[in-house]
Each structure stands twice: as structure tokens, then as C-alpha cells.
């Protein structure tokens, strides 16, 4: 075999490992920054959720739940688009629930009054907690499947306990 054709294959297999390597290089690159683009809509779905979970029943002044409902319906909405099924399944719940959550908050400030240091009636209570911890479930639901799709290994455990008792 000439010696010119020995370098026009060298030059050639250059060329193509060359062009493999910015293919996956750029399928990398697009790949990183969905992921980027996923990671930000969804922590809005966990922000809204967490401004809504820690709303107090009373005193009123801190705010109706009626706009971080709405909040949470935008980011709910925004963060569908990314999802992919089993997410949005969790989306469709953490919704649904904190939808819910507001309701009971709306309905114990128009059926009771502040106890004591703002506390939640005792005959009300347990409508609260209910509605918080039903809601906290399906955050953390969402949350598992969200890494899962980032591919983050292991389960998912709340650093911070939500069941715990209010002062409310």
C-alpha cells in the first residue's frame, strides 16, 4: 500500500473519531442543561409547596391561601411540561392536595376563632394536620420521582421531620 494512502486513512479515522466525539459531546452539553432547566422549574414547585405548608391559620394578617394555591397551580402547570409520566402523576397530587390544604385553611379561619397564642381549635385540628401531612406526602412523592429522573441514587428522606406537632 503507498505511503500517501496510509496517511489519507489516519487523516480519515481522525475525522471521524473527531466527529463522534463532538456528537456526544453536544448530546452531553443538551443533556446537562435540560437537566438545569428541569432542576430550576421543579425546585418553584417545592418553594410554592413549602410557602404553603408553612402558612399559619392565624393570625389572618400572615395572608389567604388563596394566592400560594394559585402559585402552586402555576408552577404545578410549568413543571408538567418537563415531566415526564410519573412526575406528573406526583404533580397531579401535590396540587390536588395543597389545593385541599388551602381549603381547610380557609374553612377553619370562616368556622372558628384564634385560640390562645393564635392556636388551631382543638375541634379543628385534626382537619389540619390531616390536610399538612396528606400534602407533605405528596411533596416527598413528587420529590423521589423528580430524583429519580436526575438520576440521583437512593431514596429520598425528608432532612427536616413535617409531622411534627404545630403550634398553631
Known sequence: MPWWLDSALVALAGLVVSGVVTVVSKRTERRRLSR?????????????????????????EK??????????????????????????????????????????????????????????????????????????KAVELFVARFRERVEILGPYRAPIATDEPENE
Not at 37 to 57: F, G
Open 36 to 60: 438545569d432547566d428541569v432542576m430550576k422549574v421543579h425546585r418553584e414547585v417545592i418553594d410554592a409547596a413549602d410557602r404553603l405548608q408553612e402558612l399559619p391559620v392565624w393570625p389572618v
Open 63 to 136: 395572608g389567604s391561601p388563596d394566592p400560594l394555591v394559585e402559585e402552586l397551580r402555576r408552577a404545578v402547570k410549568w413543571a408538567g411540561i418537563f415531566g415526564a409520566p410519573k412526575e406528573n402523576e406526583a404533580l397531579g397530587q401535590v396540587y390536588k392536595t395543597g389545593r385541599a390544604l388551602g381549603k381547610v385553611i380557609s374553612e377553619i379561619r370562616l368556622s372558628s376563632s384564634p385560640g390562645r397564642r393564635d392556636e388551631v381549635d382543638l375541634r379543628v385540628r385534626p382537619s389540619l394536620v390531616a390536610a399538612r401531612h396528606t400534602f407533605d
